[in-house]
């Protein structure tokens, strides 16, 4: 069985939401904070970054001092937007809107180290506030889409909750320019289609399936075999194709990184070619997504690295 995935269609609206973002940039507003608050909300930043995702905390850390905590500001950010949808006992929708007026109030945010440590990454690094509605929006389609029957709804999710983070991530590291967009948008698809593969068992004991409806169907396969965690000829031709897809991206997304300012090239290759060895992880233990979560230890990680720094040169 093989398929071949027309991205010209979904690539081109996800390219027009970048651009319409860029094109509606607003002034930014000052913050108003004493030196040792914003310098303790940085380091609540950096703790949450190193609690939470070690080889973000690893790549970020090959940043220069000021990218770095900029950085972290944002992955904490987004953890923050993300577990909001997931909180026990808390209504998300009423959290996401609590979250959208303490972003955008300067009494309110003062009051939370991670907003208050993003609103000032923001203003410093002049990152346009779209890029963050749209995060927040795609954090919010978790509350209503469970299922996605194309892979050109799921790449529109993907740049919701991902590509917008590359963008972001864009603005802090500093880039040549717009010719940078395109290939900031494609890895960030594919590496959210690297936590999708390896997170498919755990997405589904939350009631979550973000695998394309057709792209099963395509290979034989049904929710059932999802449920039963069954590993079978169908399940590993399924994941091939998705496997190699998802390589094809981080390939076409590859050139982009040399539009990066020089002193980010290493952080950013990093990041993409520690989430591309979570998929050998996955071959290695036969597509079985179900039973494991396909992970790198942290001397695998450390000895990636001259590699990736050789190519950045």
């Not at 529109?156 to 717009?178: D, K, W």
């Not at 959210?192 to 099963?216: C, F, H, K, S």
Request: hydrophobic share 45%.
């Amino acid at each position: 069985m093989s398929m071949q995935t027309d991205s010209i269609s979904w690539e081109s609206t996800l390219l027009a939401w970048a651009h319409e973002a860029l094109d509606a940039r607003e002034a930014p507003r000052s913050i108003e904070v004493s030196p040792v608050t914003l310098r303790s909300a940085y380091r609540h930043c950096e703790q949450i970054t190193k609690r939470h995702s070690r080889t973000f905390h690893m790549a970020s850390g090959l940043l220069p001092a000021e990218k770095s905590r900029a950085a972290r500001a944002l992955y904490a950010f987004c953890r923050v937007s993300d577990d909001l949808v997931d909180r026990a006992g808390v209504d998300p929708r009423t959290a996401l809107g609590d979250w959208r007026a303490k972003l955008s109030g300067q009494r309110l945010l003062e009051r939370d180290p991670v907003a208050l440590a993003w609103a000032d990454t923001r203003l410093r690094h002049r990152i346009p506030e779209c890029y963050e509605q749209q995060l927040l929006d795609g954090v919010a389609r978790d509350l209503d889409a469970a299922r996605y029957a194309t892979f050109e709804e799921l790449a529109a999710y993907c740049y919701g909750v991902a590509s917008t983070v590359g963008l972001m991530t864009m603005h802090i590291v500093g880039f040549s320019g717009t010719e940078a967009i395109p290939y900031a948008v494609k890895l960030g698809v594919a590496l959210q289609l690297t936590n999708i593969l390896r997170d498919v068992g755990e997405d589904w004991q939350a009631g979550r399936l973000y695998l394309p409806q057709e792209e099963l169907s395509a290979f034989g396969l049904e929710e059932a075999d999802v449920e039963a965690g069954r590993v079978d000829g169908r399940w590993r031709r399924f994941m091939r194709f998705q496997i190699e897809r998802n390589r094809r991206l981080y390939a076409e997304a590859a050139p982009g990184i040399a539009m990066l300012s020089r002193d980010a090239r290493l952080a950013i290759a990093a990041a993409a070619n520690l989430y591309q060895a979570i998929l050998d992880d996955i071959e290695r233990h036969d597509m079985d997504v179900f039973t494991r979560r396909a992970h790198l230890s942290g001397w695998q990680k450390l000895r990636r690295i001259p590699a990736v720094w050789r190519t950045t040169l």
